[in-house]
């Protein structure tokens, strides 16, 4: 009887343990999505803003189709703010502090990733990784191709600024265009895909 006792109790002890470990996951998972969802609620809230205003002034029909392609526009919005702060980034190395081209564009294109990757990863994409292993695939594979389109970056501004003396300023947009449309596919088909 003693024995049959005491393998309930050790089997209650168990049970207790897992029970703990799992409480202490769920709560680390739990702190950690509130840490990375406070920019998704901004975005939220923020998006939602202007839309009730697109509403209100008789535009619902762009508000319903904004909605049915919400992921792309949310791309485009951040794509145009990574684009923007990796030309303000190239222009003040580049015009302010007279740093080499292909320098400011390497500088540029290291801000311009590190916030794109953020953006992407939690407001466009609600990417959720639950093990290191994706957590390292999702980034190794994200600034993998973003090195991609750097080098297609840095050549199109080698070719057009330094040998055809074309205008620094122009190109950088120009080139942006491309690389946002090659990004997107890369981010959609690769990085943050559904069910990987």
Known sequence: MNKAKNKKQVKITKDQTKTKIKDKE?????????????????????????LNIFKKIGLKKFV???????????????????????????????YLFKVPNAT???????????????TNKMCVFNSKVSTKKAL????????GCRFLTLIIDEAIMIVTVDKLLWNAALMKVLSNIIVIILNFVFSKVIIFKKGK
């Open 104 to 118: 400011s564009n390497i500088i540029a294109w290291i801000v311009a990733a590190v916030f794109a990757y953020f």
């Open 136 to 143: 390292l695939y999702e980034i190794v594979s994200f600034f």
């Open 64 to 94: 319903e189709w904004y909605l049915s392609h919400q992921e792309g526009m949310r791309y485009l919005v951040f794509g145009a703010l990574a684009t923007l702060v990796n030309i303000v980034v190239y222009d003040v190395f580049f």
């Open 26 to 50: 769920n709560k680390k998972e739990n702190i950690n999505e509130k840490s990375l969802n406070w920019m998704q609620k901004t975005v939220d809230a923020v998006e939602g803003f202007f």
